[in-house]
């Protein structure tokens, strides 16, 4: 996780903050180990149960699953990159494809402008093109940061994303989402994320919430266990 605190040195050694534990008995074992900053986090914002309101938020999963995950992120966040290439996937296995759990991404654009021209950008590409061309484009711009370069600003800049969003989506598509960017329409739906950032007390990425709850397990078991336990609680 990446802390708001000292971002830069916490960047540099992005290594150190490895996510998770996942064990997968087969030929070989993958593990990821999640080292959450949650200790310095007021108990309230521990335990509190939130509301959230997912209207007009990107997910993955059916809207009729019974539990809601939220994954705060940051697209300069490099601990952020590596959930996105190896943990979401394990959820996705885990707990959206068997039908318990959604799964939405909420902005914590913190760490520069890079950060809040991205998220702002995605925004206005889920607003224009939709919900499966959003996952498109964000799991590119994960695969596509420049690690080293992650303290620097200007490196996502609009041509970058306009780039980067015609590998996925057509000359008249990526037109129309640029419109909508250029008009800073999807301010708000930015902003309203940024708000919840603010109100649910999150102060690194990733953060994940369980049906408005913070999670503060360490592996993917306890994740599991948190999305039975709320799924019950409906």
């Avoid at 705060?72 to 959206?96: H, R, T, W």
């Avoid at 940061?145 to 970058?160: G, L, M, S």
């Avoid at 360490?218 to 019950?232: F, N, P, R």
């Amino acid at each position: 996780m990446v802390n708001k605190k000292n971002t830069k040195q916490r960047a540099k050694s992005s290594s150190k903050f490895v996510f998770w534990m996942i064990g997968l008995v087969a030929v070989c074992l993958l593990a990821f180990i999640f080292i959450s900053n949650m200790n310095d986090k007021p108990e309230t914002a521990k335990t509190k149960t939130n509301e959230i309101d997912y209207a007009n938020q990107p997910y993955l999963g059916e809207k009729s699953a019974p539990v809601s995950i939220v994954e705060f992120g940051d697209y300069k966040c490099p601990s952020c990159k590596d959930f996105a290439e190896n943990v979401v996937p394990m959820i996705q296995k885990e707990l959206i494809d068997t039908g318990k759990a959604k799964f939405y991404f909420m902005n914590d654009s913190f760490i520069n402008v890079d950060s809040k021209r991205s998220a702002q950008f995605a925004e206005a590409v889920f607003q224009e093109l939709g919900n499966d061309t959003f996952w498109k484009f964000h799991e590119l711009l994960y695969k596509k940061q420049p690690d080293p370069k992650y303290e620097k600003t200007d490196v996502f800049t609009e041509q970058f994303l306009i780039d980067t969003l015609k590998e996925v989506a057509s000359e008249q598509e990526t037109a129309r989402a640029v419109k909508n960017f250029k008009a800073k329409k999807s301010m708000n739906a930015w902003k309203k994320d940024m708000d919840y950032v603010d109100k649910l007390g999150v102060t690194g990425t990733p953060t994940l919430f369980i049906n408005g709850k913070m999670f503060t397990g360490k592996t993917i078991d306890d994740l599991k266990d948190m999305v039975e336990k709320a799924a019950k609680e409906k």
